[in-house]
């Protein structure tokens, strides 16, 4: 576990210092303890010798001091280096996720990450600094207590030695009951951290319901559950706790028994007595506070697994002369397949989109319109064939230099809680006023930020919640036209949009397409996309079943013509008032 708990650390040079100073502390009290032999041989006689009691009483003394003044240091220190150790292990963690392809972040995955960044990271460096301390005195001062009473007395040093391994094997096993009870709380935590972000993201449909505050089955029955595992936990850890307990009792007992038997046939002096006594006390005491410690500490070492299976997440694999420039920003899917584990999603996918024109994908949910959108953009790495972006297979590309290339504009775009203006400098922070104000128009953004009250600086709201779904997708527009992106995939919203918005969207794609230096990819939802669009692939079951103009496609009255018209159908119904 501490070697494990090292290796998270970039820089472990404070936690090593951290350590040393236990090390020394421990050390240093299972010695002075053993001070009291010679001074109560000394001391406890008809005539007390105080020449020979004066040297160990004088070293005892400075001893005393030492240990004081470290004990004073050790809790502000360890305090100081918590708090360093966990932002430490934060930045380590945050850098490491920030190289993980895009599609890692799964809503558990998210879930997982906001835990183990928040919960695991900050108990991982607290534990190590305020926990690992008395573990490290509860281990080394009675090994260093058994080290003294050798040199007192062997036979009691062998009771020592005997109690010493039945405890450790009790505290193991007490131990693994307890990691596996606290792994199960985990898993049941991270269940309702997920369970509470959907709880909260379905709240409208939950009150349009009726059941806003009760209604997630979901998040009850992890609620039940996180309970229902801690109870057991408690149940299970019971027995293995109260038979270590046990153990260092009857140590205890034992140590009492044998001392009193070895004083009373006079094989053993009243000071050794004494002093074997205080040091037995000493022995089994750090030994009892072991057992309180070892939940934390076995949740520690759970948190450090936590921390590690982020860390040993492979990163998107990286080329070392990967290509930083394309020249043109043509897309190729070259005879792709992928699956998302053991689901297929894409089978031996070809099509071609060239600089200047736009690509509509249509195709019945789940054919896997959204799954190639994300492999030009790799958040996933194909299982055969390849995806060449400018020519360039986007595994030899520089990952930043494709990013930079493109701009996605999602159906639900995320907006940060600041105004409109810095929303949209997120795509090019130095831009000037002219740039922003051309991107807007072509956006058509320049008409809402108009209405809005304060303008270019109004707040957007959390997540952009003062704005529509199609104002949005006109902000990520905007920033796609800041950006200068030569890709834009774009995925059309599904539903319904008021007129205003639908119009502004279309115009807003079509002003896209006229740089005769971009390719757009668009997941086409409405007719009027479709007619502008150059070409058009239709998928199903993750096949091309068409690829070719819309007008040539709906001559040929294929997949395409048959959705054009549930398109047009859909469009041309309305509700009587
Ligand atoms: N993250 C994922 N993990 C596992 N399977 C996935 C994942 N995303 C998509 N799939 C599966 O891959 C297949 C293709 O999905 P994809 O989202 O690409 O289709 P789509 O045409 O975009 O659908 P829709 O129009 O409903 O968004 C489907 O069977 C889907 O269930």
Known sequence: MIRHMYRLYPHPGLLVRLTVLHVVLAVLQGLLLGSLVPILRALLRPEPDFAT???????????????????V????????????LAAQLRHHLMRHVATLPLGWFTGDRKARLSRTV??????????????????????????????????????????????????????????????????????AAVEIAGRAIEFGQAQPVLRAAGVGATGSARMRHALDDHRDRYLRGLRRSLFPDLTYTGVVMVGFVAVLVFGAQFLLNGSLAVPDTVALLVLAVRFLEPLGTLTELLGTLHAMDNAISRVESILHTPALPHKKNAVRRIE?????????????????????????????????????????????????????????????????????????????????????????????????????????????????????LDEVIERLPDGWDTQVGEGGAQLSGGERQRVSIARAFLKRARIVLLDEAGSALDPENEGAISEAIANLARDPERTVIVIAHRPATLATADFVVALDGGRVMEFGSPVDLLRTGGTFARLHNQYEHARSWHIAT
């Open 53 to 71: 009691a004066t040297p160990w009483l004088v070293a005892g003394g400075i001893g005393v001091l030492v240990y004081w003044a470290l004990k």
């Open 73 to 84: 240091i050790a809790t502000p220190v360890g305090f100081a280096a918590s708090m360093h």
């Open 118 to 187: 928040t919960t695991s990271a900050g108990n991982v460096a607290h534990l190590a600094a305020t926990f690992g301390p008395p573990a490290i005195t509860g281990t080394l001062v009675p090994i260093t207590v058994v080290a003294v009473t050798f040199v007192v007395d062997w036979r009691l040093a062998l009771v020592f030695l005997i109690i010493l391994p039945i405890a450790f094997l009790a505290l193991r096993r007490a131990g693994r009951i307890t990691s596996e009870a606290d792994r199960e709380l985990e898993e």
């Open 328 to 444: 043109e920003a043509s897309i190729e899917f070259d005879d792709v397949t992928f699956s998302y584990g053991d689901t297929p999603a894409l089978s031996n996918v070809s099509f071609v989109c060239r600089p200047g024109t736009t690509t509509a994908l249509v195709g019945p949910s789940g054919s896997g319109k959204t799954t190639v959108t994300r492999l030009v953009a790799r958040f996933f790495d194909v299982d055969s064939g390849s995806v060449r972006v400018g020519g360039v297979d986007v595994r030899d590309l520089d990952h930043a230099t494709l990013l930079g290339e493109i701009a996605i504009v999602f159906q639900d775009v995320y907006l940060f809680d600041t105004t409109i203006e810095e929303n949209l400098r997120l795509a090019r922070p130095d831009a000037t006023r002219e740039e922003l104000e051309a991107a807007a128009r072509a956006a058509r």
